[in-house]
């Protein structure tokens, strides 16, 4: 079974910046973490969870949500099944719960906190 573990939440006032990871594990022979495509999201208190960014697995295209495009980047290292989304001039919009996922398997990690206020 597939496990992702996002990290790197926290508190940041405006205009600051975060790394978020997520690490995945449990793949099964043939399959690895360079064969799936990769994916960020979030759920703000009262509000719906929310695409925020994708990427490929051997091109590594990336895409963004509008409301975060020119300030958050999403990468990758497959050699360490870990993918990023680094974070910066947050937002107080930007407050949610932030999520990995896993297209393919349909796989959710537990979530990490961020938090933008002064």
């Known amino acids: 079974q597939i496990q992702l573990v996002e990290s790197g939440g926290g508190l940041v006032q405006p205009g600051g910046s975060l790394r978020l990871s997520c690490v995945a594990s449990?793949?099964?022979?043939?399959?690895?973490?360079?064969?799936?495509?990769m994916s960020w999201y979030r759920q703000a208190p009262g509000k719906e969870r929310e695409f925020v960014a994708s990427?490929?697995?051997?091109?590594?295209?990336?895409e963004y949500a509008d409301s975060v495009k020119g300030r958050f980047t999403i990468s990758r290292d497959n050699w360490k099944s870990t993918v990023y989304l680094q974070m910066d001039r947050l937002e107080p919009e930007d407050t949610a719960v932030y999520y990995c996922?896993?297209?393919?398997?349909?796989?959710w990690g537990q979530g990490t906190q961020v938090t933008v206020s002064s």
């Open positions: 990427i490929t697995n051997v091109y590594q295209t990336t």
């Open positions: 449990g793949f099964t022979a043939g399959y690895t973490f360079m064969h799936y495509d």
């Open positions: 996922f896993v297209r393919g398997p349909a796989v």
